[in-house]
T-cell receptor, first 115, second 115 residues
Framework: DTGVSQDPRHKITKRGQNVTFRCDPI?????LYWYRQTLGQGPEFLTY????????KSRLLSDRFSAERPKGSFSTLEIQRTEQGDSAMYLC?????????????FGEGSRLTVL | AQKITQTQPGMFVQEKEAVTLDCTYD???????LFWYKQPSSGEMIFLIY??????QNATEGRYSLNFQKARKSANLVISASQLGDSAMYFC????????????FGTGTRLQVFP
């Protein structure tokens, strides 16, 4: 399978715990994006990388959130001291170098439930 | 700031009929791109169709076409000959051409196709 893969697909955790999600993009894509999607809403942009550089971060990305892409390949999104409001689907996407018509290729998401 | 509005939370259509899903957008850029994605219950976002702001003709991809009315800032998706497998969430999204690479999504429309 050469698509975007995310792990784990589901995570249930208690409030206050830390969680980490991993995203493996399509291998030839140098741009990688994280989005958050809550029930009944569209995906909301969190951050994106070009290679290993984090080029943009949303105000939604509080201090408890950190994303990395250390070698310009896979990426991790860590949430520290989780809160119930963090419950959502976390979507990862990748794309070719910037083109106006360049579509994003999405993974199936990691669903987080904070109890 | 760029914004996408989808005013139809849900739509019903009978199999083999056509359906139009509405999308309006707001941007101050002259150069931008508009996208439609489908999200089935599995969660993955599937790219359907793209329209560039300078494209003079409406985009078409198989049973999907985009009714682009630039003056009205609308980019409605038309699905012809609906199939049961078209039942899903549909999201309109926009990318501005001013250097940012991210897509901004609307809140989506849930389409249900009945026999």
């Amino acid at each position: 399978d050469t698509g975007v893969s995310q792990d784990p697909r589901h995570k249930i955790t208690k409030r206050g715990q830390n969680v980490t999600f991993r995203c493996d993009p399509i291998s030839e894509h140098n741009r990688l994006y994280w989005y958050r999607q809550t029930l009944g809403q569209g995906p909301e942009f969190l951050t994106y990388f070009q290679n290993e550089a984090q080029l943009e971060k949303s105000r939604l990305l509080s201090d408890r959130f950190s994303a990395e892409r250390p070698k310009g390949s896979f990426s991790t999104l860590e949430i520290q001291r989780t809160e119930q409001g963090d419950s959502a689907m976390y979507l990862c996407a990748s794309s070719f170098p910037s083109q106006l018509d360049g579509e994003l290729f999405f993974g199936e998401g990691s669903r987080l439930t904070v109890l | 700031a760029q914004k996408i509005t989808q005013t139809q939370p849900g739509m019903f259509v009978q199999e083999k009929e056509a359906v139009t899903l509405d999308c309006t957008y707001d941007t101050s850029d002259q150069s931008y791109g508009l996208f439609w994605y489908k999200q089935p219950s599995s969660g993955e976002m599937i790219f359907l169709i793209y329209q560039g702001s300078y494209d003079e003709q409406n985009a078409t991809e198989g049973r999907y076409s985009l009714n682009f009315q630039k003056a009205r800032k609308s980019a409605n998706l038309v699905i012809s000959a609906s199939q049961l497998g078209d039942s899903a969430m549909y999201f309109c999204a926009m990318r501005e051409g001013s250097g940012t690479d991210k897509l901004i999504f609307g809140t989506g429309t849930r389409l249900q196709v009945f026999p």
